[in-house]
């Protein structure tokens, strides 16, 4: 229960309006995450604060790698050929206010471009890094 100045348990400074007088408090209990939640199995531990271990990448990490893909060729110093692969192959993940994504990009023959990527909370994706790798 929470006063009408925002203050739980608290009466409010002003006698005229009204205070609800109760014995106990009440408690209510949420249900727990569901099972499947409780059953993902991670390669390596989550490290708080940090960058994750790699892991395969998905359609919404390729999203973010095409949103970047011109400014990551061009910081990366890397010459595409004009049907050049651009595939995210895997990536590992930082929360922050928004989130941090490592991504290692496969080019097909010209090797692979890692990329560092901030996605705000508002979806928009901001390019820190990208450096050329021959291989992975």
Known sequence: ???????????????TMPVLEIDEPKICVC??????????????PMICGGFGGKRPANAEVQAIADKVKDAAVRRANVLLMEDAEWKAVQYSCQVVA???????VDTGNSGFVNIKVYVDLEDNAELTTAVYKANL
């Open 31 to 44: 249900p727990g995450p569901p099972e499947e939640l409780l059953e993902i199995e991670m390669d390596e």
């Open 1 to 15: 229960i929470v006063s009408e100045s925002g203050h739980p348990w608290m009466k409010p400074a002003s006698t």
């Open 98 to 104: 928004g989130t941090n994504y490592d991504i290692d």
